[in-house]
């Protein structure tokens, strides 16, 4: 079976959507949680932000593709689901969302379970500011098991909920992961996390 996931968490409350779980003929859909994250706009400093460091810039060659992909993708107009996306802004790369993903991703990978909190109770909120990405506003997160380079970022926009977190303009910052384990249930593992600060 082929499986797609996303989170957002939105004014810090979970907020459950319904997202499809894909298998390898295309034919099955089960729901699966969708939440995102968002800082409270009265603790958003209401100064111009300056430059905040981005983390390491060194991408596998998965993920630079991933970055190319979801980038291309957000510069048309969709419909994910029933709601309509304007064409936005590219994301640029995080290292620090980076080494959240790689983290889950491997972590998934080396405990063979596809879910955005893993065994030992961390969170996507828990991974990214462990990895760095500190005086976050938005946070998001997609994941896939199954799926190669080549169709991973296109699964992601043929489901709802994940397309949903591709698209939105509000995410400005990304970074993403890919893990391949022999003898895991999917072989391949997927964290793709977005952020805005």
Not at 93 to 118: K, P
Not at 170 to 184: C, I, L, N, P, Q
Request: net charge negative.
């Amino acid at each position: 079976m082929l499986q797609l996931n996303p989170v957002r968490l939105t004014a810090l409350t979970l907020v459950l959507i319904g997202a499809a779980a894909l298998t390898s003929c295309g034919g099955s859909t089960a729901p699966t949680p969708a939440a995102s994250a968002q800082v409270p706009q009265a603790t958003v400093p209401a100064a111009t932000p300056k430059a905040q460091d981005v983390g390491s810039q060194t991408m596998s060659a998965e993920e630079a593709q991933v970055l190319l992909e979801v980038n291309a993708a957000r510069a048309v107009a969709r419909k994910c689901g029933t709601v309509d996306y304007a064409a936005t802004t590219p994301v640029t790369w995080n290292g620090y969302l980076a080494a959240a993903a790689r983290a889950h991703a491997e972590d998934m990978a080396a405990h063979n379970f596809f879910a955005h909190v893993s065994p030992n109770g961390d969170t996507m909120v828990k991974r990214a500011e462990a990895a760095g990405y500190s005086a976050w506003r938005e946070l998001g997160e997609n994941i896939a098991a199954g799926y190669t380079v080549d169709n991973v970022v296109q699964g992601w926009i043929d489901s709802p909920g994940h397309c949903e977190n591709l698209m939105n303009p509000k995410f400005k910052e990304m970074g993403a992961s890919y893990v391949y384990r022999t003898g895991s249930t999917y072989g391949t593992y997927w964290a793709q996390e977005f952020g805005t600060r």
